[in-house]
């Protein structure tokens, strides 16, 4: 049974569109979260939600908006997309963020802006 | 602000040798240090987790050590194995700190 899922796996889209991508996860954790992988393979945060709540919310553009609809649930919608949003997209959770918990991930969507 | 790295970023070995990946923070003010792997085209996948009071974990073949006053931690790896071969990853996490390192890519040679 899959712990933390994404939908979908590749998306291939126009600049100037809009798109999302979702996660859930099935572990019952209280924390979900958005990283940002680049062509480079580095990983970076853009967002965390805690009880759907928003604690962490790196410089990212205003164009990607998180939601949160459930604890269970986090998801990740971008507008108007730019070449420079191509990249691997990570969604995690982990049951407490504040401890530093183990984070566990699911296995990325790959955004290709053309 | 927290930056990590990891060095060697690409390392070759021959099967069955032991060999470190290491991994180094600037500020030892850390909850907890994991260690990651990551296959081609997959996820991450955890393999260890040091909570900032300890100095090592160890699971099977693998053992990590933390030392946060000179904000360093190592990943050991016992007779490599092909299977092994994948990027590892390092990161410092806890409170609103989720910084990874840059990665080290490990090809284990059969």
């Known amino acids: 049974d899959t712990a933390v899922s994404q939908t979908p796996k590749y998306l291939v889209t126009q600049m100037g569109n809009d798109k999302s991508i979702k996660c859930e996860q099935n572990?019952?954790?209280?924390?979900m979260y958005w990283y940002k992988q680049d062509s480079k393979k580095f990983l970076k945060i853009m967002f965390s939600?805690?009880?759907?709540?928003?604690?962490i919310n790196e410089t990212v553009p205003n164009r990607f908006s998180p939601k949160s609809p459930d604890k269970a649930h986090l998801n990740l919608h971008i507008n108007s997309l730019e070449l420079g949003d191509s990249a691997v997209y990570f969604c995690?959770?982990?049951?407490?963020?504040?401890?530093?918990?183990?984070?566990?991930f699911g296995p990325g969507t790959r955004l290709t802006v053309l | 602000k927290q930056e990590v790295t990891q060095i060697p970023a690409a390392l070759s070995v021959p099967e069955g040798e032991n060999l470190v990946l290491n991994c180094s923070f600037t500020?030892?003010?850390?909850?907890?240090l994991q260690w990651f792997r990551q296959d081609p085209g997959k996820g991450l996948t955890s393999l260890l987790l040091?909570?900032?009071?300890?100095r090592e974990q160890t699971s099977g073949r693998l053992n990590a050590s933390l030392d946060k006053s000179s904000g360093r931690s190592t990943l050991y790896i016992a007779a490599s194995q092909p299977g092994d071969s994948a990027t590892y990853l390092c990161?410092?996490?806890?409170?609103?700190?989720?910084?990874f390192g840059t990665g080290t890519s490990l090809t284990v040679i059969p």
């Open positions: 995690a959770s982990s049951q407490d963020y504040l401890r530093g918990d183990t984070q566990y």
């Open positions: 572990l019952g954790h209280d924390t």
């Open positions: 939600y805690n009880n759907k709540e928003l604690i």
């Open positions: 500020d030892s003010a850390i909850y907890n």
């Open positions: 040091i909570q900032s009071s300890q």
């Open positions: 990161a410092v996490t806890g409170g609103n700190q989720f910084y």
